[in-house]
């Protein structure tokens, strides 16, 4: 992880393709041989400074980062704040490299992240600097600011993603009798492992193919047997 100024710098499978302008954080997961990136991603916003400043991963290959953003559109998930002026941040990428957790940490003057390390649980603990006076505090061993620039520790715990959002987005044929062929398309909001399972009929379709988010299911009706329902994680 780290910051580039390049709008042609290397993306695989990237969460975030193209530089949104000035100076964007970065990460990329190198293979064992380190040949070959299995994801690579800018991070960033529409504002002129972003940067990755440190970098934890678990023993799974779950990686948070944390850094600088002075832009209010930066990407959030699941965020613990709303950005506020020049914030630090931290993002969590799952192993398909896409964030299931990003938040701003900071209060109305600028402020930074610095260091992360994550423990065997997955709670994370991220170290920075503060000029704010109201930067966020709970629990805290000094909780107001002593002089203009200050140092901050954090835990963060339950990092884990968000469940999974799944639609419907196509039935064929809408009505079916005896021994018809019902294909079912599923998209996701995120990457699943496993795949999801659905039932047609009130029996388990075959997952025929997937495609990105995207799953089509078909099964051979033995009679009317209705609509599909929802899908099951």
Known sequence: GGFTESANYPVVGAFQSSSRGGRDGF??????????????????????????????????GVASVVGFTDGPDFPAVQPLQSFLAGDGFVTTFGTDGQPFFSTPIGGSANDAA??????SSG???IAGETRSSNFPIQ?????????????????ITNVTPAPP?????????????INTIVTVTVTSNQSLNPDPTL??????????????????FTRQLQ???????PPLV
């Open 199 to 216: 039932t047609i009929g009130g029996r388990a379709a075959t997952l025929a193919q997937k495609s990105g988010l995207t799953y089509t």
């Open 165 to 177: 959002t799944l639609t419907i987005t196509g039935i064929s044929p809408t009505l079916a009798g």
């Open 27 to 60: 990460l990329t997961k190198l293979s064992p041989d380190g040949k070959t990136a299995a994801y690579s991603t800018y991070l960033g916003s529409s504002s002129t400074i972003e940067d990755v400043r440190a970098v934890a991963v678990t023993t799974g």
């Open 139 to 155: 629990s805290g061993f000094q909780p107001t600011r002593q002089g203009a620039l200050n140092a901050w520790l954090a835990k």
């Open 223 to 229: 009679g009317n047997e209705g609509q599909p329902t």
């Open 123 to 125: 709670n994370l603990y």
């Open 114 to 119: 610095n260091a992360v390390s994550v423990d």
